[in-house]
């Protein structure tokens, strides 16, 4: 006799004291601001409820929370890309055009703009503050760029997954991520980053 062990049953009112706390610096290390993490959590929570009905408990209660909140932090994103278009024709800050900086085959930074080493940024500053530099300097991108650059580099999805999700062509897609790059870079060196 073989014993069948029953799933788990969803309590939605435990949600908020057994995952909110986890959810919520989940949210947070993804969108750099507390009032939109907080939003999440909640839109998260919302959808989970709509949607109890057809959990089949294939995956822990926690898991389907966190499944629920990375789909909304990808439509938060979505949202943020669609207020500002960046088109390809523009030129970059200063008047130099994008070739200027990366090269055409690969993308990757051309030799003289390549950004300087960073290695002592360990010595001069806690890894903390390392942090908390790069989170702002994150979200003083346009929305579009904040938007590809985090779905890329945090949630770390394929750029063909990012121009699906976001509706961008391949060609869009690269100005934005070497624009972004470009202003990153820039606003780190404004805090004494990369400059020997």
Same mark, same amino acid.
């Given at each position: 006799?073989?014993?069948?062990?029953?799933?788990?049953?969803?309590?939605?009112?435990?949600?908020?004291?057994?995952?909110?706390?986890?959810?919520?610096?989940?949210?947070?290390?993804?969108?750099?601001?507390?009032?939109?993490?907080?939003?999440?959590?909640?839109?998260?929570?919302?959808?989970?409820?709509?949607?109890?009905?057809?959990?089949?408990?294939? &995956?822990? %209660?926690?898991?389907? !929370?966190?499944? $629920? =909140?990375? @789909?909304?932090?990808?439509?938060?994103?979505?949202? *943020?890309?669609?207020?500002?278009?960046?088109?390809?024709?523009?030129?970059?800050?200063?008047?130099?055009?994008?070739?200027?900086?990366?090269?055409?085959?690969?993308?990757?930074?051309?030799?003289?703009?390549?950004?300087?080493?960073?290695?002592?940024?360990?010595? &001069?500053? %806690?890894?903390?503050? !390392?942090?908390? $530099? =790069?989170? @702002?300097?994150?979200?003083?991108?346009?929305?579009? *760029?904040?938007?590809?650059?985090?779905?890329?580099?945090?949630?770390?999805?394929?750029?063909?997954?990012?121009?699906?999700?976001?509706?961008?062509?391949?060609?869009?897609?690269?100005?934005?991520?070497?624009?972004?790059?470009?202003?990153?870079?820039?606003?780190?060196?404004?805090?004494?980053?990369?400059?020997?």
């Amino acid at each position: 006799m073989s014993l069948r062990m029953t799933p788990s049953i969803p309590v939605p009112a435990q949600w908020p004291d057994r995952y909110g706390d986890e959810l919520y610096r989940f949210a947070l290390s993804r969108v750099s601001a507390a009032d939109v993490a907080e939003e999440l959590v909640q839109d998260t929570f919302l959808s989970a409820l709509d949607g109890l009905a057809t959990f089949r408990a294939e &995956a822990s %209660e926690r898991t389907w !929370l966190f499944i $629920i =909140l990375r @789909r909304k932090i990808i439509d938060h994103y979505r949202r *943020q890309a669609r207020a500002t278009h960046v088109g390809l024709d523009e030129i970059s800050d200063g008047g130099s055009a994008e070739a200027d900086f990366f090269t055409p085959e690969n993308g990757h930074w051309n030799g003289p703009q390549a950004p300087a080493s960073w290695l002592q940024a360990d010595a &001069a500053l %806690e890894q903390q503050e !390392l942090h908390e $530099i =790069l989170q @702002r300097c994150q979200q003083r991108l346009p929305p579009q *760029q904040g938007a590809v650059f985090a779905l890329r580099f945090v949630e770390e999805l394929s750029a063909a997954e990012i121009c699906q999700e976001l509706g961008l062509s391949s060609a869009n897609y690269w100005v934005i991520v070497h624009r972004a790059k470009l202003q990153l870079r820039r606003c780190l060196e404004k805090h004494g980053l990369g400059k020997n």
